[in-house]
């Protein structure tokens, strides 16, 4: 568990630094009523005791802390937070930003870090980066302030309003910091983890409800051109197999046209249908429901039945 006391030592260490570089000094905080807040929202998981912490003691507003990361941007007010945690859960986002597990703490354009909150399965507390992939930046919020304090002591950044840790210094006190094997144990030995959910920690998918027995093949029941000519007595439902050939889609979901070899099929993926998929030439086994052709429905592509065909499952075909 993250030790809140030794988060005070060190936000003293780097408060201290700042002042004798001339770049801060950390400012108390003067909302801490948004951390019960917090509290509230994350439930049933807890907030890290020293991201509670650093909170309840420094003021953080947005784009105005005295040093940012290399690659991290500049820390989040803890309402930012909330705000941006709660839109991260929005049915429109599913998982953009990984598991409910992690809450965001910086977020720049379209990277964000984050946070993993405490819970039945761990102790939470790593900080992780968001850019396409995940990355296990430090094994807590203490790790990465002590980096902090002891890059600003050395001189190890960049000059300006704002001034950036340099990455030529502080990526091997980052390195170093990641050598405990428990953390290579859980969140694989590269401690890159994919924004694919088949990729992501056990204990990620039981927060996000994901069974990874849903990812099993169950085996086709139908051809495309089965399917098809099946559907035009009344509608019907059934699996088949082949591969994404195209995708498009938005907030709502996904259209994408599936081929098997018989024929293709225009499918609609609401949003939710599957944590695996789709993707562009992925090979899937979709649970789908047809109905009937009505007129107009033809577009003059034999096989293809435009929207009348629904996916309410995708698990990816290996």
Request: hydrophobic residues 45%; negative net charge; charged residues 20%.
């Amino acid at each position: 568990m993250t030790d809140p006391s030794a988060l005070d030592l060190a936000i003293d260490r780097l408060d201290a630094a700042l002042r004798a570089a001339g770049l801060g000094p950390l400012e108390p905080a003067t909302d801490t009523g948004v951390v019960a807040e917090i509290a509230a929202a994350v439930s049933p998981y807890l907030l890290p005791a020293d991201l509670a912490r650093f909170w309840e003691r420094v003021r953080v507003e947005q784009d105005a802390f005295p040093v940012s990361g290399w690659n991290m941007g500049s820390l989040s007010p803890p309402a930012v937070a909330l705000e941006a945690y709660r839109l991260n859960l929005e049915p429109e986002l599913p998982m953009v930003f990984g598991p409910p597990l992690l809450f965001p703490i910086a977020r720049h354009s379209e990277t964000q870090w984050s946070v993993e909150l405490q819970s039945e399965w761990t102790a939470g507390g790593v900080v992780v980066s968001h850019s396409g992939d995940m990355q296990v930046e430090y094994p807590s919020l203490t790790d990465l302030v002590e980096v902090y304090a002891e890059l600003v002591e050395e001189g190890a950044h960049s000059a300006g309003a704002q001034p950036a840790l340099l990455r030529s210094r502080g990526e091997a006190k980052q390195r170093a910091r990641l050598a405990d094997p428990s953390l290579r144990a859980t969140y694989g030995a590269s401690l890159r983890i994919g924004a694919d959910p088949s990729g992501w920690p056990a204990h990620w998918l039981a927060s996000a409800g994901i069974d990874p027995a849903s990812r099993t093949p169950l085996g086709a029941t139908y051809t495309v051109a089965e399917l098809v000519a099946t559907a035009g007595a009344g509608p019907v439902a059934g699996r088949i197999r082949g591969e994404i050939v195209q995708l498009g889609g938005g907030g709502a979901g996904y259209l994408i046209v599936i081929e098997d070899g018989t024929g293709r099929l225009d499918v609609w993926c609401p949003v939710r249908t599957s944590p695996w998929g789709p993707a562009h030439r992925q090979r899937v086994e979709l649970e789908v429901t047809v109905r009937p052709l009505a007129p107009g429905d033809r577009d003059g592509e034999a096989g293809n039945i435009g929207a009348a065909a629904v996916a309410s499952d995708l698990r990816p075909v290996e």
